[in-house]
């Protein structure tokens, strides 16, 4: 409450915020008030962030291009085009855009697509774009498109039910067949611009707004009010912190990876000193432990590194997470210059006399077009061609082939399975973190399947089967191995265990994030260009599934 009243009164015109998810270290925030105007903004975007971006801003220029046509491409779109819908395709607020979007709220237009919302200068919010519809009894609530899954499927009584609607008949009702996924970018978003519709008198009564994203027909309706006050106490600390009324200090925390002030950077007025740079010169001790678990170490006196490797087995009030044996472990290991260290005695990992070791690439939430496999009989009957192979399609996604190559590889993995066991052998398979292969899996076998919503094609399993499949002793998680039995200094992901493990991929670029880029790049060239996007593709595939069996023989080298 001491920042809203600190920032109370009008504020400065260049004292404006926008909603958190823009970027939520306050740290960032005081950097990029105190720079050189602008020099950050040019600044290397993270390729996943750059995509994700670029396929949010797609998803709203296909929605809105195709609903002016005339077509109805998802029920939360219009199937009226004229006074009800005024639309500003614009990219960033100004001042035309602006106006027109108050002269649409002030004559009643049912929709505004693309609205540009002016900034309230004396609560310090900025200006902000978003689609905003009209609720009955008056007023309007905001609308975001996004290219992210906003339900899921609701299974059992104890998940929440979404409520969705129509954006030109407002009229929120509970989809029983459908879970709501809550985002804290997208009601941070939502609560900043039903703010903004507030300041010009154009808000709905009650706080409300609405998010156009994957897995439903219709936009899915927030009620705002349990965040509002959460999301106006950042506001407030945010803005005090533009201000200068708030001092800040670095401390890494998960938005560091995508952040461009992490590492340093040469401007053309000079070198600019990255944050790691700063916490590696103090050996600050965010470096080994997470956001939430700096608070209790501090308030203990552990400061540094060097002090959590030195501390004793008590853990401190208020630790959460992670073992704080595993946060010792990690300090000691980063003091040492160990990147992974094993934390139980004999490391060990389920293994089989044939073993295929899985990995996918999927376009963000667009499909999985590539399912790779890494074929190895570790025994000396044969069972079938060892060695990598690839299923995959290079249609856009989404499209029906997806479901072809999905068949197909079902069938070689369970193939394989089986002829396995009618010789007595064993078999497993493994993946590096399931989460990624078990979500494509489900919704390959959901969209797919015999009772597919998007297509049936031959083939596919039906969802028990692969659930079935998950849930067995036959499918193992690399990951998991790893994490219930190593600490890192730098993670636990492929990329950083393989290394230790002896690995090396081809590619000095190979990631996920790089990944998307390679695919995007593939997809829109021709010829030669194209053949050696997708051969990039697949080499960097056939090197994930060899570092898989990599990190696992490492393991198993422990017993």
């Known amino acids: 409450m001491e920042d809203a009243e600190r920032t109370a009164g009008r504020v400065p015109d260049a004292a404006l915020v926008g909603p958190a998810s823009g970027a939520r270290c306050l740290h960032r925030l005081a950097r990029e008030r105190d720079a050189s105007p602008g020099w950050w903004l040019a600044a290397p975007l993270d390729e996943g962030v750059r995509l994700r971006a670029m396929a949010a801003a797609d998803r709203r ?9 005339g077509a109805r491409p998802d029920a939360a779109v219009v199937d009226v085009v004229g006074d009800h819908w005024t639309d500003l395709p614009g990219d960033v607020p100004g001042d035309d855009d602006e106006k027109a979007t108050l002269r649409a709220l002030a004559d009643g237009a049912t929709l505004v697509w693309g609205a540009a919302l002016p900034a309230d200068r004396s609560s310090g919010r900025a200006g902000l774009r978003c689609t905003v519809a009209a609720v009955p009894g008056g007023g309007y609530a905001p609308v975001l498109v996004v290219n992210h899954k906003v339900v899921d499927p609701r299974r059992g009584k104890g998940s929440s039910t979404a409520t969705v609607t129509r954006l030109l008949d407002w009229a929120p009702a509970p989809d029983p067949t459908l879970r709501v996924r809550r985002h804290p970018a997208d009601l941070d978003r939502l609560v900043h611009a039903w703010r903004l519709l507030e300041a010009v008198g154009h808000a709905a009564s009650s706080p409300v707004g609405a998010v156009l994203g994957l897995g439903s027909a219709r936009a899915v309706v927030h009620d705002l009010s349990a965040v509002l006050e959460s999301a106006d106490r950042t506001h407030a600390t945010r ?14 925390i998960g938005e560091c990876r995508t952040c461009p002030w992490w590492e340093g950077w040469d401007d053309r007025g000079g070198p600019v000193e990255g944050c790691r740079e700063r916490l590696v010169v103090a ?17 203990r006196g ?9 501390a004793g087995p008590d853990r401190p009030t208020g630790w959460n997470g992670e073992p704080y044996s595993d946060a010792v472990l990690r300090a000691r290991a980063h003091r040492d210059g160990e990147v992974v260290v094993p934390k139980v005695a004999l490391p060990s990992i389920p293994r089989a006399d044939v073993e295929v070791d899985v990995d996918l690439e999927s376009h963000l939430d667009d499909g999985a077009y590539l399912w790779g ?16 192979r690839p299923f995959v399609t290079w249609a856009r996604l989404p499209d029906v082939d997806e479901g072809r190559a999905f068949a197909e590889f079902w069938r070689w993995l369970t193939g394989i399975r089986d002829r396995a066991a009618g010789q007595g052998r064993s078999f497993r398979a493994y993946c590096y973190s399931r989460a990624a292969e078990n979500g494509w899996l489900l919704s390959s076998a959901a969209r797919f399947g015999p009772e597919g919503t998007l297509a049936v094609v031959k083939g596919v399993p039906t969802v028990t089967e692969v659930r079935r499949f998950i ?7 690399v990951h998991e191995a790893v994490a219930t039995q190593f600490v890192s200094t730098s993670g636990l992901g492929l990329k950083v265990v393989a290394p230790v493990a002896g690995f090396t991929w081809r590619d ?52």
């Open 61 to 69: 220029a296909g929605l809105r291009e195709r609903a002016l046509a």
């Open 239 to 252: 803005l005090a912190v533009v201000r200068g009324e708030l001092d800040t200090a670095p401390s890494r």
């Open 283 to 299: 050996d600050d001790v965010s470096l080994v432990v997470g956001g939430g678990q700096v608070g209790p170490l501090r308030a």
């Open 302 to 310: 552990i400061r540094t590194v060097a002090e959590l490797a030195d």
């Open 373 to 388: 496999t890494l074929l190895t009989v570790r025994d000396s009957r044969p069972l079938g061609t060892e060695g990598y």
């Open 471 to 477: 849930s067995s002793p036959l499918w193992v998680d």
């Open 508 to 559: 000095p670029e190979a990631g996920g994030e790089a990944s998307l880029g390679w695919y995007r790049d593939a997809q829109a060239a021709r010829g030669v260009e194209r053949d050696a996007g997708r051969a990039r593709i697949l080499e960097y595939n056939e090197d994930d599934v060899r570092a898989t069996r990599a990190v696992r023989e490492w393991i198993t080298r422990f017993s």
